[in-house]
Structures are given as structure tokens and as C-alpha cells.
């Protein structure tokens, strides 16, 4: 079964700094996308970023990049230049495709992240 | 403006109350979502409909009745609410099936007393 783990409850970062956020996946596919997803204290769930496991290429938006390591099961986020606005959960995703033809999306437990001024 | 819409934001209710929640998606898209997450952030998958058709039914009590009326609107009625229906429910939508970026609406925080 696929399982999207976020082993770090909480992390700290100071302002302008740079933090990455972990992620590891498990899963018997070849083809498949990740994902973060953002959510601040107004609970509204933001996509920054997301990645095709058939591209070697990390992806990356503005300050934000991934390292994709996919013979890990590693992807994890990096925020450069943390921001006061970056403080939220953040959480990985991993869609799973079923047998039926449709897809799961699977979500991590979430890494809370606070930026320190 | 507004890409995926829930109402209401806010909902708190009695054990053994019906109640619904409403979902509107203006992107067009195939594909609409329902999530739960609880107290400990968790969100987990409840159902997804694609063009107005069930596609995805987790382990979900059958309390739970999804109806998609048309493929913009995905509503979730609660029958016989119970304390450990209190979460945010969260609706999502994607361009198709395998639409692989998911809209997510504001989320309806339900408090069950």
C-alpha cells in the first residue's frame, strides 16, 4: 500500500533563512506526481509545488524547490529565503493511480512550520 | 471569483442532527473531492465523483451520502451526526480523474456537541 510519511511534526526557521521539509513515499508505481500543499491558519489548502516522477529534473517555483530522489522515495521541500507568510502545515502528497482506472491522492501528516522574526 | 466554494464555513449542531454541506467548483473541471481532516490535521480521501459519477467511496460510514447533482456541485449530507464527526471537511476538484493538481475550497469547520 502506498504511505506518504512526513516524519518531522514541527519545524523552526528564522526569518530570511532556508529550512527543507522532509518527505518519504512508498510505493510500487513507476509513474505518479507529488505534491505540497500549504495550509496557514486560515485552514485554506495551497498547492506550491508538485513534481512527475518520470521528470529528473527538480522541480522548482520562485523560492520554493524539491529534491526529488526517486530510488529514495524521497521528496522533499526546500523554502529559501523563509518569509513570515511561509509559517503554515505543510503537507506532501502522492497520487496513486487504482485499478480502476481513477486516482487516490495520499497525504502526509503534515510538518508544521514556524518562522521566527 | 471564487475557484472552489463550500457552504457554510461554519457549522455547529447537536449528536443526531442531518446536516449538509454544499461544494461549487467554476473551473470546469471533471472531478470533485471530498476530504475530511481531524483533530490531528490528518486529511484523508472520503469520495471523488467524476462527471456527477462516484468513483471513490473510502471506508466511510454510509451516514455519509455524497450527491452531484451536476458535475459543478458535489454536496455531502450527514445524517445522525455523532461527536466524532467533528472535523473540517474539506471539497477539491481537478480537471479530470487523474487531473493531477487538486483546487481545494476553504474547508466547513463541523463542531458536533
Known amino acids: 500500500a502506498q504511505t506518504v510519511t512526513q516524519s518531522q511534526p514541527e519545524m523552526s526557521v528564522q526569518e530570511a533563512e532556508t529550512v527543507t521539509l522532509s518527505c518519504t513515499y512508498d510505493t510500487s508505481e513507476s509513474d505518479y506526481y507529488l505534491f505540497w500543499y500549504k495550509q496557514p491558519p486560515s485552514r485554506q489548502m495551497i498547492l506550491v509545488i508538485r513534481?512527475?516522477?518520470?521528470?529528473?529534473q527538480n522541480a522548482t517555483e520562485n523560492r520554493f524547490s524539491v529534491n526529488f530522489q526517486k530510488a529514495a522515495k524521497s521528496f522533499s521541500l526546500k523554502i529559501s529565503d523563509s518569509q513570515l507568510g511561509d509559517a503554515a502545515m505543510y503537507f506532501c502528497?502522492?497520487?496513486?493511480?487504482?485499478?480502476?482506472?481513477?486516482?487516490?491522492?495520499?497525504f502526509g501528516t503534515g510538518t508544521r512550520l514556524k518562522v521566527l522574526a | 471569483d471564487t475557484a472552489v466554494s463550500q457552504t457554510p464555513k461554519y457549522l455547529v449542531t447537536q449528536m443526531g442532527n442531518d446536516k449538509s454541506i454544499k461544494c461549487e467548483q467554476n473551473?470546469?473541471?471533471?472531478?470533485m473531492y471530498w476530504y475530511k481532516q481531524d483533530s490531528k490535521k490528518f486529511l484523508k480521501i472520503m469520495f471523488s465523483?467524476?462527471?456527477?459519477?462516484?468513483?471513490i467511496n473510502e471506508t466511510v460510514p454510509n451516514r455519509f451520502s455524497p450527491k452531484s447533482p451536476d458535475k459543478a456541485h458535489l454536496n455531502l449530507h450527514i445524517n445522525s451526526l455523532e461527536l466524532g464527526d467533528s472535523a473540517v471537511y474539506f471539497c477539491?476538484?481537478?480537471?479530470?480523474?487523474?487531473?493531477?493538481?487538486?483546487?481545494f475550497g476553504p474547508g466547513t469547520r463541523l463542531l458536533v456537541l
Open positions: 502528497a502522492y497520487r496513486r493511480g487504482l485499478t480502476s482506472g481513477t486516482y487516490k491522492y495520499i
Open positions: 477539491a476538484s481537478s480537471l479530470r480523474s487523474g487531473g493531477e493538481t487538486q483546487y
Open positions: 465523483y467524476n462527471n456527477k459519477e462516484l468513483i
Open positions: 473551473l470546469g473541471h471533471d472531478t
Open positions: 513534481q512527475e516522477a518520470y521528470k529528473q
